[in-house]
């Protein structure tokens, strides 16, 4: 997208499968930028794994913590990589020490950096005992260059002057008596996370990573339903659609809803039921994507993402399966934080305009408020983050043709009422100044209030009517 050229910062989740090593990963990309957590928190539901990667030059960062947190509670196993060891960076002893004490977990550094910064030269595995030095490729392209031996070789000690190799050797020695044991049980349990040092921009570092990766991440596990476990070896089909995303294909202004498979074998042309519309529906036109190559995908299994085309009625959270009994609730909701008027400029355009913020709604992009008796028809946009409305109007106007004007609205805070109070009910109630009542795309009732402090006063004087600050499940 070349907004996210512009900004220098990933705004949309990416899929891709690709195969390795005998093993077919199916790799979800995600935004590290705190306004797009809630596509972030999605994607989280459909992965069996992560690999947190760390700028070595800032350490554990804000978002990192709160993603981390999400990670936790859903029991994921986490993989570090310490990206950037080719820059000015933190100690690498420093970074160890940050993670565990600011995320509270376990930290086993599996392979350790040999100099840093610009004298970064490689990285020694503690686990082959072998030394890895590489020599710096351009841009990536392809994998650095590198000598592998001991850290005593002749190859290896002729490459490392006598600071750096007694650095090193002292560091290893550290490690081995301070650090933690290895321990697959504390990984796969969350409790401790495999650390790896490397620069992705070099192409180095990412081999030992994903090798890593495969010998100790979990396979495919079982789902949560209602308390009870579907686990992938269910004979029916089932699984959930976690993102969806429109004009991947800008020639044919089509629609990939993404589908984690769970449980079951999924055929191209399978009948299924569609738990949103209660209805059968034929998935003839599966794919699985590489960045902007696609190929028709005839079989899945549990653990595959695949991207379904053409099925305008599918949202993000349905399930789709053989068996009716089935029904996933993976995917969380979250408060809004960040509220502003749409309005479109140019009348012309209307249906250009509408057309492409439906789709972007459907997509989850962002969510649209009805103020309650509203003077103005402009769609109040409801967001995680401000920079989700700039990508809204981005995409409205490259996509849709559509240019539109964003004005600013007064909230910051949005609570939602209980379910079935009546319109009387809300007539009576006690507002503080600034704050409306509106409602949400499943038309449940909630107040919108300039700050947290017009929060509170509204507690206090509505006593009877208590407020969530979580949306309700649409």
Not at 115 to 127: H, I, S, Y
Not at 385 to 413: C, D, I, K
């Amino acid at each position: 997208m070349e907004l996210e050229r512009k900004r220098g910062i990933s705004i949309s989740s990416t899929v891709l499968q690709f195969d390795y090593a005998g093993y077919r990963l199916n790799l979800l990309d995600t935004p590290g930028h705190k306004d797009f957590s809630e596509d972030t928190y999605r994607v989280l539901t459909a992965v069996d794994s992560v690999v947190m990667v760390i700028d070595s030059a800032k350490g554990i960062e804000p978002q990192t913590r709160k993603l981390f947190e999400v990670c936790r509670q859903r029991g994921v196993p986490i993989f570090t990589f310490m990206n950037k060891c080719d820059r000015p960076m933190k100690h690498p002893l420093t970074l160890v020490d940050e993670l565990e004490r600011v995320l509270g977990i376990g930290a086993f550094p599996v392979n350790w950096p040999i100099g840093t910064g610009f004298e970064f030269q490689g990285v020694f595995d503690r686990q082959t005992r072998q030394m890895h030095l590489f020599e710096r490729a351009v841009g990536g392209q392809f994998r650095a260059p590198v000598q592998v031996g001991g850290l005593h070789d002749e190859i290896i000690r002729a490459r490392l002057d006598d600071a750096t190799f007694h650095r090193t050797v002292e560091e290893l020695e550290m490690l081995e008596h301070a650090g933690h044991e290895w321990d697959d049980a504390a990984v796969l349990a969350d409790t401790t996370t495999p650390v790896f040092f490397g620069s992705a921009v070099n192409n180095f570092g990412v081999q030992l990573l994903l090798d890593g990766f495969l010998k100790h991440s979990p396979p495919p596990g079982p789902r949560l339903m209602a308390g009870v476990e579907i686990s992938p070896e269910h004979p029916g089909f089932s699984g959930f659609i976690f993102k969806i995303q429109a004009n991947m294909d800008p020639r044919h202004r089509d629609r990939v809803a993404f589908v984690r498979v769970c449980s079951g074998k999924f055929e191209r042309d399978m009948t299924v039921h569609h738990s949103r519309s209660a209805k059968k529906v034929r998935l003839s036109s599966s794919h699985k994507l590489f960045g902007n190559e696609r190929e028709t995908v005839d079989e899945a299994y549990p653990g595959d993402v695949i991207g379904l085309v053409g099925h305008d009625t599918f949202g993000i959270g349905d399930t789709l399966t053989t068996d009716q009994g089935i029904l996933y609730r993976e995917i969380p909701r979250f408060t809004p934080e960040a509220f502003a008027y749409l309005h479109n400029p140019n009348t012309a355009k209307f249906k250009q305009f509408r057309r492409g913020l439906d789709q972007l709604l459907q997509e989850g992009v962002i969510q649209v408020l009805e103020l309650r008796d509203a003077a103005t028809r402009a769609p109040l946009l409801a967001a995680v983050g401000p920079l989700q409305f700039e990508v809204v109007q981005f995409r409205l106007e490259s996509e849709y043709g559509a240019a539109s004007r964003l004005e600013s609205a007064p909230w910051s805070v949005a609570r939602w009422l209980p379910a079935g109070i009546r319109e009387h009910e809300l007539d009576a109630l006690s507002l503080p100044t600034d704050a409306r009542l509106a409602y949400d795309m499943g038309k449940n009732p909630l107040v919108l209030f300039p700050n947290e402090w017009s929060a509170n006063y509204f507690g206090e004087t509505n006593r009877s009517v208590p407020l969530s600050a979580l949306p309700l499940q649409l």
